[in-house]
């Protein structure tokens, strides 16, 4: 008699293969004038900022002539430059020819330092849905007061389009993802001057449930999305108004002008 055993997987495990990523300090990297102090070797980012999978491993080698740390400290030192060095990872001192590679096991954001050069500072994002943090730059900059509008991060494994309706009256600011997606979630961070308290969000017309986190850097929003999702709609309680300070000076002094012009005329004749 044969007993035969049947096992079950569970179809909601997921399963990542293990990556080893490396991020060079380039030569020179310890001058502060250096023009970047990280390098990507897969992908040539300079920013030492780098998106993970959960059990991947990165690997910093240093191809300065000086010594380097691979520090880690928590999220607000960056931003206030205090670099309070939280404890869950450091290098040590290691010189050139020498690495440091860390297994990153758990999902969050890992913000590092050299604690001899803290202006080199990076973060690693470990999630289960990376896609790559992308920015897009010059949000309503007809809107803003120096004319370059305002930068916006997001994590997503394609792309949303630099075209960012900005509608001050319905308090909104849309976005149009470009193709489909993998990920089950956008992430996105907004800053309080462009947005205040986002609090409602639509996703192709239908108001969805979202997480929201307040970070040093902006407003954090984790919004679900479907594979086909298009169109994402955030209300807040304030967006930057129609006009800035500057544009509305420039109003003012053109008006002026008008004025001053038709008194001349009027002079004249």
Wanted: glycine share 8%; proline share 5%.
């Amino acid at each position: 008699m044969s007993i035969a055993f049947l096992f079950t997987i569970p179809t909601t495990i997921e399963i990542f293969a293990q990556t080893e990523h490396e991020i060079k300090i380039p030569s020179g990297a310890s001058d502060p004038g250096a023009p970047f102090f990280w390098s990507e070797k897969n992908t040539g980012v300079t920013t030492g900022e780098i998106t993970i999978y959960p059990g991947d491993s990165i690997t910093w080698s240093n191809g300065d002539s000086a010594f380097h740390t691979i520090t880690s400290v928590s999220a607000s030192s960056i931003e206030t430059g205090d670099f309070e060095v939280d404890g869950i990872f450091d290098s040590g001192f290691f010189t050139a020819g020498k690495s440091y590679t860390r297994q990153f096991n758990d999902q969050g954001d890992f913000y590092y330092f050299c604690s001899l050069h803290p202006y080199m500072n990076g973060v690693v994002h470990v999630t289960t849905n990376p896609g790559s943090v992308q920015t897009i730059d010059g949000v309503a900059s007809g809107y803003s007061d120096d004319g370059l509008g305002f930068k916006i991060k997001y994590i997503l494994d394609t792309n949303l389009q630099k075209a960012v309706h900005v509608n001050p009256d319905e308090k909104t600011l849309t976005f149009t993802i470009s193709g489909d997606t993998d990920n089950e979630q956008l992430i996105i961070i907004l800053p309080p001057e462009l947005i205040e308290n986002p609090n409602t969000v639509w996703v192709d017309g239908e108001m969805i449930d979202f997480e929201i986190e307040e970070t040093n850097t902006g407003t954090k929003l984790i919004i679900p999305i479907l594979p086909h999702s298009k169109e994402i709609k955030i209300m807040g309680a304030h967006v930057i108004p129609e006009f800035g300070s500057i544009t509305m000076m420039i109003l003012v002094i053109s008006i002026i002008s008008i004025i001053i012009l038709t008194q001349k005329s009027k002079i004249k004749i």
